[in-house]
């Protein structure tokens, strides 16, 4: 590794445990392959409340792996509750993962399909800890909701992000993005698979409490190729296969709120 994480040959996943042990001792990992079959159906989950707030959006973000849009986290603007979680969970960012090609991507694997891309909306728990850094270091800390991106009809939630890209192409470059609405960019049905589990990246920390939706939404192969203009740490590293591949369940349980 040496020079820090990434997802290149020297550096990416298989390399992570160098630094960050856990990455094979824990016991809760994250992305996972989930199995519709050997998941449960539990009565008792809650449909998911989003109550989001497009003034909030701040910035568009080249973090050097990914693609962030970041929120105004300081009150109760943008709450997810309901589903598994307990209390309200405020959104902070989100990000995405994507391949190389269209045939892969995702970080969770659904029924041995691997997505083109997989957005992660990030939500810390406001009720219990002070600050977004303390949650992430909880057990119970973060909630991600993750969403699936097939390449099929174009997205036209997904447009005004897409033409924001060109201006950050390098690393740790950043644009002031405002008035964006995430819940544009869900699907119409909400069913979901909850587990939990950890950050995908670096320090991967044991606090997510996962909800991956059922439901893909869709781009167009055109708006999937422009992700790939971004860069990793030059013009000749294109931004591409930032995924971490499934892990283990270990002794983990996986529910679903739908039959
Ligand atoms: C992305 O995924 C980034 C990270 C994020 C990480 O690489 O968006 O965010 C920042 C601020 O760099 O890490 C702590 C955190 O949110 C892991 O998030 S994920 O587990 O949802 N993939
Ligand atoms: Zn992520």
Redesign the pocket.
């Known amino acids: 590794a040496g020079c820090g994480w990434g997802y290149g040959s020297k550096n990416g996943p298989s390399h992570w445990h160098e630094q960050f042990p856990i990455a094979k001792e824990g016991s809760r990992q994250?992305p996972i392959e989930l199995k519709n079959a050997e998941t449960k159906y539990d009565s008792s989950l809650k449909p998911l409340t989003l109550s989001y707030d497009a003034s909030s959006a701040k910035s568009l973000t080249n973090?050097g792996?990914?693609v962030?849009v970041d929120y105004e986290d300081g009150t109760d603007r943008l709450v997810l509750t309901g589903g598994p979680l307990c209390g309200k969970y405020r959104l902070?960012?989100f990000?995405f993962?994507w391949g190389a090609c269209d045939d892969h991507g995702s970080?969770h694997i659904l029924d041995g399909t691997s997505y083109s891309a997989e957005l992660?909306l990030?939500h810390w728990n406001a009720e219990k800890y002070c600050d977004?850094a303390e949650a992430?270091k909880a057990p119970d800390g973060?909630a991600?909701i993750g969403v699936f991106l097939k390449v099929c009809n174009e997205n036209p939630a997904l447009q005004k992000m897409l033409s924001s890209l060109d201006c950050i192409k390098k690393k740790g470059s950043k644009v002031e993005f405002t008035d964006f609405a995430p819940c544009a960019l869900l699907p119409p049905c909400l069913n979901y698979y909850t587990y939990l589990g950890?950050?995908?990246?670096p320090p991967l920390?044991e606090s997510?409490i996962w909800i991956v939706l059922k439901e893909p939404i869709t781009l167009s192969s055109e708006q999937m190729t422009k992700f790939r203009t971004l860069e990793f740490t030059g013009p000749d590293d294109p931004m591409q296969d930032?995924y971490r591949p499934p892990q283990p369940l270990k002794c983990r349980e996986i529910r679903k709120n739908f039959q």
Not at 198 to 201: A, D, F, V
């Open positions: 994250s973090t792996s990914s962030q902070r960012q990000h993962h970080e992660h990030v977004f992430a973060l991600v950890s950050l995908t990246t920390f997510v930032n």
